[in-house]
Every structure is written in C-alpha cells, then in structure tokens.
C-alpha cells in the first residue's frame, strides 16, 4: 500500500516566521515531527512519501501515486485541510486525518473518509490492517492515554534537514495545570507522560547521524510538567550534548513556575537551552483567575521573566485579551508589562475559544459562543460574545499590536533584554547561514525598510554596547522583521461584527 502523508501549509501568522525564514535560506521553521512519528508506525511493507506544504507544492501527480492519503493537522491549518480532502474526493482518494483538527472541526469530518482521534500509538496497527482488508471504520481513537515508551522514533528519511530552520523532538505530553481556554489538557490529560531517557538521547543521536548541527526544538507543551523526569533528562541532555562538541542548542515551552527553580534553570543552562516560550496571558490577576491559570497568580510575573533572562534563557510570551474580567484598562497595562519585561517576541492574540475546551462548553451553556475558533494569533474575528464592546476589543488589541511593534519600541525591548541577557558557554561559532542573513538584514533591513533608522541605531548599539551577544540581536532583528510585517497586515485587516450583534440583540 502506497501512502502519502501531508502536512498543509502553515497560515500567514505571528507563529509561523514566514517573513524571517527566507534571510536563512529556509523553508520552514520546523519539520511535521508528528507526521514523522506515525510514519513509523505504519507496516514496514507499505510505501510511503512525505509532502510537507510549507516547503513544497502539492501536485496531483503526487496524490495520483497514493492509495491512501494520510493529513496530521492542527486547528490553524483547518482551511488548507479542508482544501486537500476536496482534491482527494474529487479523485477519488481515501483520506485518513489525524492531529487536533481530528476529533473538532465538523466540516473536515464530513470530508475524511477516516479520522484518527487523539494520540496513534494504542491504534495505528488496527487501523492500517483494517484499511488492507477494506473494512476500516470511520474513527478511531485509543481507549487509554498511552505510555510514550511506546512511540518509535521518527522517520526522518522523509524530510530534508536543509529545508528547517530547527528540528524538533518531543519529550512529553500533558500537563499538570487547568487553564480554561487550553486544550492541551483535554488531547493529552493532566498527567504529564515522559519518554525514557534512551529514547530521547537516540532522538539526538538520529539527529546528528542526519548531519543536523544547529537548534533542535523539545516541542512539549509544557516540558516541566513534570519535574522529577525533567531533572532526571536534563543532566544525560547536558553529558550527551558536551561528548557531542555541544552540537545542539535548545528551545522549549514552560510553565512560568519554571523560575521558582534555580537548580533546573542552572541544569537548563548546562544542557544548552537558550529560549523558553512562557504563557504569560496578562498581568491582570483577575483575568488569570477566571481563566483557571493560577499558576500565574501570586507572584511577580515580571520578576519571573528577569530571573530567566539572567539564566541565558530568551523569553518568548503568549499574551491575551479577552477575558470576561478585562477592563479598558487592560490595552495599556499589557503593553506596559511587555516593554517592561523586555519580551521581544511577544505574541498577543484575542482570546479564542477553542473547540473541547472548558471555556468553549462554558460559552455554550451561556449562550455566547458563535463559531468555532482555530487558533490563530492573529484572527480579528471573534467567536464569542465577550463581555467587553467587541469594537472597543478589537480596537484595543490592534492598538497593542501597534504599539509593541513599532519599531521603536521592538528595539527598545531588544535593548532591555541584551542589557540582562547572559548567554554563557552557549555562544556558538558562527555559520554561513548567519553571515548570509545578516547581509540580507541590512538590505531589506537597512535600506529597504520604512524603519531603516531605527535598525541602524540599534545596528550600532549591538556591534558597540552588546558585542557578546551580536549574533542573538541580529537574529532578533530579523524576527522582528517577520513580526512588523505580520501587524502591519493585521492593523489594515477588516473586522465584521454582525454575528455578535445578531447574539448581542438575543
């Protein structure tokens, strides 16, 4: 059996770093790991191929090959999912979808032939020998969370390294917390599962055998989620990253708790991580009450922040407004904590309601829900009645948008940060991949851009007052980049309220 395996393409948003990756030579920022994962379940006695969108078209001589076509998905990517299945039904191609998308989105239901819910491992053997003989049902889905002892490594024949700006493993799944909006806890539970530390150490070794020398992303949802295995992993990552010349840096998601721990940080610190992405929500405690993020409360989430700059950890956050507690007040204070908290990555989105979540049932009990949403940070329609004006909602998150990335105030934060950031022995020697994106910076950067004079300003202060840390500002400013032509296509973009005054009016 002949099965092609695609990836739909990332939409044009804050996450995917479109606008950034060309100055590297890349195509995408990560590889489709789960896609990869499940391509090592199917029968070894199948033929199989990997067409990821965000690196390559899809062409129908592609799906001409395919006796099944299998799409792992997200909610973001639900539009280019949507437009696959009619491609394959129009020629009459069976289709099996997996990822998150799987088990929400009706409109990609009624087009799969086959969905698999929830994580593959408990049910991909059943499956594929069911599609053999012709009988397989609609859905499938595990009767249990399964153990990660049990996933195989990916099959990363089916890529090409070169086309990445990182590479990515995972660690573990779940998390400890309850935040309403999140549904993370609802996929993959509250009881944070880890793979053995073997399993993980030959995911690196797969890695370096591929010839891959730069970041590798752990894309756990929360990677402290449990802390004990944690602290067991980061001790082999550190020995197994210094007998390998410290080949790899790492990057990660966490819980901002993580900076109540100064012996995992220190741990973090010697196994090479550089980045963590924290989900800060808001600086209102009230907001992250109703939200179920208590983990978040009582404490100074600035103070968090700083502590894990010191540690050579660049902080990237996810920000939101929204929530039914939000005041008029809330635009000012969440821009005001982000340049304080010299965050430059800084991801602010309106709150959504997500399919499955708590705060998705609780909207509909209310009779405030309105569609579904799907993830995107930089969705202007809401699908909730919020308890705030909408128009003044919306207004208010395009004016943070366009106040924390202004150019200006993008390279003020940069400052702040490099001021705090001590990088360690995790400077890396440079590759021509950084002297090509520098040069390409400083042309569309420093002589193309409407902002030229603010990045020469900022040019100068990296290659005089932050000389250590040369190569992190750089790679910021080009960040920076992709995040200014994103708001500027946000701030220009038309918002429709009819459908909440429809409710509204109810």
């Known amino acids: 059996m002949r099965a092609l395996m695609i990836c739909p393409e990332w939409p044009d948003t804050y996450w995917s770093f479109k606008h950034a990756l060309?100055?590297?030579?890349?195509?995408?920022?990560?590889?489709?790991?789960?896609?990869?994962?499940?391509?090592?379940?199917?029968?070894?006695?199948?033929?199989k191929r990997l067409i990821d969108m965000n690196v390559k078209p899809l062409r129908d001589r592609d799906l001409k090959w395919a006796d099944v076509v299998m799409v792992g998905a997200m909610l973001v990517q639900t539009q280019g999912t949507i437009d696959i299945l009619k491609r394959c039904r129009a020629m009459g191609i069976r289709t099996v979808v997996g990822g998150p998308i799987a088990g929400t989105m009706p409109a990609v239901r009624e087009l799969a032939d086959h969905v698999v819910v929830g994580e593959a491992e408990e049910v991909m053997e059943s499956f594929c020998r069911a599609l053999e003989e012709g009988n397989a049902e609609f859905e499938y889905k595990g009767a249990e969370l399964p153990e990660l002892s049990k996933t195989p490594l990916p099959d990363l024949s089916l890529i090409n390294p070169k086309h990445y700006s990182s590479m990515a493993i995972q660690f573990s799944r779940g998390c400890p917390f309850?935040?309403?909006?999140?549904?993370i806890i609802e996929m993959f539970g509250r009881r944070p599962r880890t793979k053995p530390i073997p399993q993980v150490l030959a995911e690196l070794d797969q890695l370096v055998a591929m010839g891959w020398t730069s970041s590798v992303f752990l894309v756990d949802d929360n990677f402290i989620g449990n802390k004990k295995s944690v602290k067991e992993l980061l001790p082999a990552m550190a020995e197994w990253n210094e007998q390998n010349n410290n080949v790899f840096s790492f990057f990660t998601e966490a819980s901002v708790n993580l900076a109540d721990d100064e012996d995992l940080l220190k741990m973090m610190q010697r196994a090479g991580f550089f980045r963590v992405f924290l989900g800060i929500e808001t600086p209102e405690e009230e907001s992250l009450k109703i939200a179920q993020k208590y983990q978040n409360t009582k404490r100074s989430l600035l103070d968090s922040v700083k502590r894990l700059q010191r540690y050579g950890l660049e902080v990237m956050a996810g920000f939101i407004v929204g929530f039914d507690t939000d005041t008029d007040q809330v635009f000012d204070k969440q821009v005001a904590f982000i340049q304080e908290s010299a965050v430059p990555l800084a991801m602010v989105g309106l709150l959504q309601a997500l399919p499955g979540t708590q705060l998705y049932r609780r909207l509909i009990k209310e009779g405030r829900l309105i569609g579904t949403g799907q993830g995107s940070n930089t969705e202007l329609s809401l699908n909730f009645l919020p308890k705030m004006d909408p128009k003044l909602l919306v207004e208010g998150y395009r004016s943070i948008l366009q106040r924390i990335y202004s150019a200006e105030a993008y390279y003020d934060r940069v400052r702040s940060f490099l001021s705090r950031y001590d990088p360690g022995r995790q400077i890396r020697p440079r590759k021509w991949s950084d002297y090509?994106?520098?040069?390409?910076?400083?042309?569309h950067q420093g002589v193309l851009?409407?902002?030229?004079?603010?990045?020469?300003?900022f040019l100068f202060d990296a290659a005089t007052r932050y000389r250590n840390t040369f190569s992190t500002a750089m790679t910021l400013?080009?960040?920076?980049?992709?995040?200014?032509?994103?708001?500027?296509?946000?701030?220009?973009?038309?918002?429709?309220?009819?459908?909440?005054a429809t409710i509204a009016a109810k």
């Not at 090509?436 to 042309?443: D, N, T, V």
């Not at 851009?449 to 300003?457: I, N, P, T």
């Not at 032509?485 to 909440?500: D, M, R, S």
């Open 449 to 457: 851009s409407g902002s030229r004079r603010h990045y020469w300003k």
């Open 22 to 47: 060309p100055f590297e030579g890349k195509r995408s920022a990560y590889p489709p790991l789960g896609l990869l994962t499940v391509a090592s379940m199917l029968p070894k006695t199948w033929e």
């Open 477 to 500: 400013a080009i960040m920076g980049h992709h995040l200014q032509v994103i708001t500027a296509k946000v701030l220009e973009a038309e918002v429709y309220f009819e459908p909440l």
């Open 178 to 183: 309850n935040c309403e909006f999140c549904d």
């Open 436 to 443: 090509r994106a520098f040069c390409l910076s400083l042309w």
